[in-house]
């Protein structure tokens, strides 16, 4: 991997000839990883960024390196912080699953302009007082975090246009170039109703999306189909993980969340059999080492609390 440039948003590193990861610089206005692939005679990207001006820089970058065209936009799931730039790429064939564009239409709903300005302000006012209140240095610096990439939303706010995905599949797309081809796989959704990751068999490079993160609580939808999809990942001859947020990584990166999932999933599950309360459950529960550094606004808490309530109510619709 090697270093090629880095720009007020993000640091561009080559990961084989041809293929690329943008990694956020934390607090910028990115806030997501992307990456961009030359497939011969067109460019692929991967992810657009959590702002207009973050999408731009990106694409600029990209056709500027590789001396092509931008030809698709690979949507991973439709969390703003990795698809509010996609208005840079709307001459290009946006590509996601079903399910994300149907999320993308219902979940990230822009309102009026001014309204939606003062609920940002609000919402980042919020989020000062909670800095200045709390003492915990991991989470403060989380919260530090989710304020500055807050703040470079907001300031592009006035001009963010949402542009959906116009192609759609299901399970998997492969693209084929006359350099290399891609392989888009959707196992299901675990961080979201519907996750994609993008696949190069020939490098043995996948770009994850959210589905693998760096030491972050992530947010987790479904604990059950999570756990399956990072099996059948595991499965694949992949070397190389480009993750939705942190650093460029290894197999390391996927063991290291499985085992976070199975605490998860293990800790509720026994919680629920012993008849404990949520509230019982979060006071007595002790984050292992491990996860003591990793970020996340609530620390350990909210996915404790998802996927305590994801087996109970499983549990009471039970026959
Ligand atoms: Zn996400």
Not at 67 to 91: C, M, P, T, W
Not at 212 to 223: A, F, R
Not at 225 to 233: A, F, G, M, P, T
């Amino acid at each position: 991997m090697t270093r090629v440039t880095e720009t007020d948003f993000f640091i561009l590193n080559c990961l084989s000839e041809g293929v690329y990861a943008a990694i956020a610089k934390p607090g910028h206005g990115a806030w997501s990883n992307a990456g961009f692939v030359d497939l011969g005679e067109e460019l692929l990207v991967f992810d657009s960024f959590s702002t207009p001006s973050a999408g731009i820089e990106l694409r600029r970058h990209a056709e500027n390196i590789t001396g092509k065209r931008a030809k698709y936009l690979i949507n991973s799931h439709y969390h703003g912080d990795h698809v509010f730039g996609n208005q840079a790429f709307e001459d290009t064939t946006i590509i996601s699953t079903s399910l994300t564009k149907k999320w993308f239409i219902e979940k990230n709903v822009i309102g009026d302009l001014e309204r939606e300005i003062e609920e940002t302000e609000k919402y980042l006012n919020n989020l000062k007082i909670q800095i200045e209140n709390n003492q915990e240095q991991v989470i403060r610096d989380s919260l530090i975090n989710q304020f500055n990439e807050m703040s470079k939303v907001l300031v592009d706010l006035p001009r963010l246009k949402l542009v959906l995905p116009t192609v759609i599949f299901e399970e998997k797309l492969i693209i084929e170039g006359s350099k290399r081809k891609v392989e888009l796989h959707c196992l299901g959704g675990g961080h979201t109703l519907s996750d994609t990751f993008m696949y190069l068999p020939e490098e043995k490079i996948a770009f994850m999306g959210d589905l693998v993160t760096e030491n972050l609580h992530l947010p987790i939808y479904n604990p059950d189909e999570y756990k399956s999809i990072l099996r059948q990942v595991k499965e694949m001859d992949i070397i190389t993980f480009v993750p939705g947020h942190g650093n460029v990584g290894n197999r390391e990166q996927l063991n290291s969340l499985e085992r976070y999932i199975s605490v998860l999933i293990n800790s509720s599950l026994q919680a629920l059999e012993n008849n404990h309360s949520i509230d019982s459950f979060l006071l007595e529960f002790t984050t292992p080492k491990e996860y003591t550094e990793w970020r996340g606004v609530n620390g350990i808490k909210d996915n404790l609390t998802k996927i305590y309530n994801f087996y109970s109510l499983a549990n009471s619709t039970k026959v």
